[in-house]
């Protein structure tokens, strides 16, 4: 094969990775680059650059929370990961490629393999599929929601250095010695932990390989070690949390299998590289070149196409897709995912849930889909940074605004590597404002002033604080004024029916609060709380009813043992109860019933 269409080949094979990562996010898992978006707050500040930069691999934390801003746009968010990690996937091969170079030092002493020097320079077409090793576990890492883009943009740093070691190598074991005292420091406050790859790069960087060279990776390494050691003084995280890396993960003391995996494949990949003799014979090297280039390929696809996915979890992302769906309103979207494969989570059942009463369904198909009991409809609080914000969505539509603001802080808080939350400051800007009180919103717009992606919102936001009639306008802000509660008070997880009733009192409109307040006691199976409630809403909006309304007062007039009024009921249904009971009592198969009342309440 031509150098030409060697090169060629090399190319096109990088671009297919590429497609293949970017339509893998964009069109699979589009949600994922929104979830982690949600837990950054970037801003094009002074204060926030030298926030970063003060702190051990905070310039690569930056340059990737840079990045992860334009997850806010899907087919952008594909792009940057897609990118990222070809860029790896060149490096890794420039690295191998070019590894054989010999110090002056050894060109005066004569090798003792005897090597012509092409031994050293492995053809680029035999050896680019395994240059896909790197970009692959990397890609199959991210599959882990809190691995954050940090460590990627941190081996992609370290591997440019790398190159200049590798140029540096060249000119004898002083000017190694030298760089490694001089960039591993630099480059630990650069990138982190990761760092410690390139310490022992530097001493591995030659060929052929002397003790010399082993023990100038071991000291370098040791030194790497000692220089993180010594941060801790400077910064206040602990010895462990800066091994592990400031910003590679969300959680800050956990070193994952995987990351270590990199870290060695990072310096394994070049090395080996290096030391791998060239095939000879002609005819015998092209058919086992080609046969090995087509396994290896083959072998990388196989990666890309099993292992990769198994690292996405599926109920994780299950909850993911339904919040990024409850956080972009598509309430039908949310509907139909649940009719595909019923949620079976609190938390998914919550987004179920609130997407039927957004659509006003909620007391018409609520046993259309599994229950787990009241949990379903507003799950208990949890510090959680992000189960939390789906059960702060259904508060925020219901009117409890002050509930729903207490969430989003508490939420932002509990984020474990500290950082603040795009969506939860948005959030908090707009409780404010419907609260009105106008200085605390203006300090959450200012933050938001300050982004990419939210300065055109919040500019527009900006602009109602003070103006009471606009805000009364507003199609959302209005509408939640008029529902909420105008008295401000605490109230337990057990009372949250009562606080429904509560809202249905203040604003008889409120559908929502009269879905969420009629179902709760339902899901409780509760049916004498269920018709007190039912008599309750009949005051308040006359002629209201369902047939899921229905079924549960033909239950409760037969646990009674008495007939529903004159008209109350339609007779086809009581005709249905009484076949389902039957079928109950002779304990004959209830599948017709699944989505009534009637089965929901016999599943005691």
């Keep these: 094969m031509s150098r030409y269409k060697s090169k060629l080949l090399d190319w096109s094979l990088t671009l297919v990775f590429g497609v293949a990562v970017f339509l893998f996010w964009w069109r699979s898992y589009p949600f994922a680059l929104s979830y982690q978006e949600q837990f950054q707050l970037f801003l094009f500040d002074q204060d926030y650059l030298l926030d970063r930069l003060a702190e051990p691999g905070g310039a690569v934390r930056y340059v990737a929370e840079l990045l992860v801003q334009f997850y806010n746009s899907v087919v952008l968010g594909a792009l940057v990961i897609a990118v990222l990690l070809m860029l790896m996937q060149r490096l ?23 090597l012509p020097p092409s031994t050293f320079h492995p053809q680029p077409s035999t050896f680019h599929p395994l240059s896909f090793l790197l970009p692959v576990l990397v890609w199959y890492m991210m599959g882990d929601e809190s691995q954050l883009l940090a460590f990627p943009v941190a081996i992609i740093v370290t591997q440019l250095l790398m190159l200049l070691v590798r140029w540096l190598a060249q000119k004898g074991l002083t000017v190694r010695i030298v760089s490694m005292l001089v960039l591993v420091p630099v480059g630990y406050w650069l990138c982190g932990p990761v760092v410690l790859v390139l310490a022992a790069y530097i001493g591995l960087a030659n060929r052929p390989l002397r003790l010399t060279d082993w023990v100038l990776a071991a000291v370098g390494v040791g030194y790497g070690a000692l220089c ?42 070049p090395v080996v590289a290096a030391a791998m003799p ?5 005819s015998v090297k092209g058919r086992l070149q080609a046969v090995g280039y087509g396994g290896l390929v083959v072998g990388v696809a196989v990666l890309c196409a099993v292992v990769v996915p198994m690292n996405f979890d599926a109920k994780t992302y299950e909850l993911i897709e339904y919040d990024y769906l409850v956080r972009t309103n598509q309430w039908d979207k949310v509907i139909a995912k649940a009719e595909q ?27 259309d889909f599994y229950q787990r009991g009241t949990q379903g409809l507003l799950p208990k609080f949890e510090r959680n940074y992000f189960t939390t914000l789906t059960t702060g969505e259904a508060y925020f539509y219901l009117g409890l605004v002050n509930t729903s603001q207490r969430f989003a802080f508490e939420a932002m808080e509990a984020i474990p590597n500290y950082n603040k939350s795009s969506r939860c400051v948005r959030r908090l800007a707009e409780t404010n404002l419907i609260n009105g009180h106008y200085e605390v919103a203006r300090k959450y717009l200012q933050m938001l002033e300050k982004t990419l992606f939210y300065r055109k919102w919040a500019q527009r936001t ?3 604080l003070g103006n009471e009639q606009q805000i ?26 009562k606080i429904c009733g509560q809202l249905v009192m203040k604003n008889s409109k409120n559908k929502m609060a009269t879905q969420y307040l009629l179902m709760y006691p339902l899901l409780d199976r509760d049916i004498n709380r269920f018709m007190n409630y039912m008599a309750f809403v009949s005051q308040q909006n006359p002629g209201y009813t369902t047939p899921l309304c229905q079924e ?10 008495q007939q529903p009024p004159q008209g109350a009921v339609p007779p086809a249904m009581l005709q249905r109860f009484n076949s389902f009971m039957q079928a109950y009592r002779s304990k004959g198969s209830l599948e017709m019933y699944r989505h009534t ?5 016999a599943q005691k």
């Design 92 to 114: 890794t091969l420039a690295l191998m490629q070019g590894q054989g170079a010999r110090s002056k030092e050894q060109e005066k002493t004569p090798s003792t393999l005897h």
């Design 228 to 269: 993180v050691y010594l941060s801790s003084f400077m910064v206040p995280y602990t010895v462990s949390q800066l091994f592990c890396g400031l910003g590679y993960y969300r959680f800050f003391e956990v070193m994952l299998l995987t990351q270590l995996l990199a870290v060695v494949l990072t310096v394994a990949l």
């Design 278 to 282: 060239q095939l000879t014979g002609p």
């Design 341 to 367: 494969q019923t949620p079976d989570l609190p938390m998914s059942v919550c987004a179920t849930n609130l997407a039927l009463a957004m659509k006003g369904e909620l007391d018409v198909r609520l046993f």
């Design 462 to 464: 900006m602009a109602l």
């Design 472 to 497: 009364n306008a507003h199609p959302l802000y209005g509408h939640l004024r008029q529902m909420q509660l105008e008295d401000d008070f605490l109230f337990s997880d057990q009372e949250l029916d």
């Design 552 to 561: 549960a007062a033909v239950f409760a007039y037969a646990s009674l043992q």
């Design 597 to 601: 009342v009637w089965y929901y309440f």
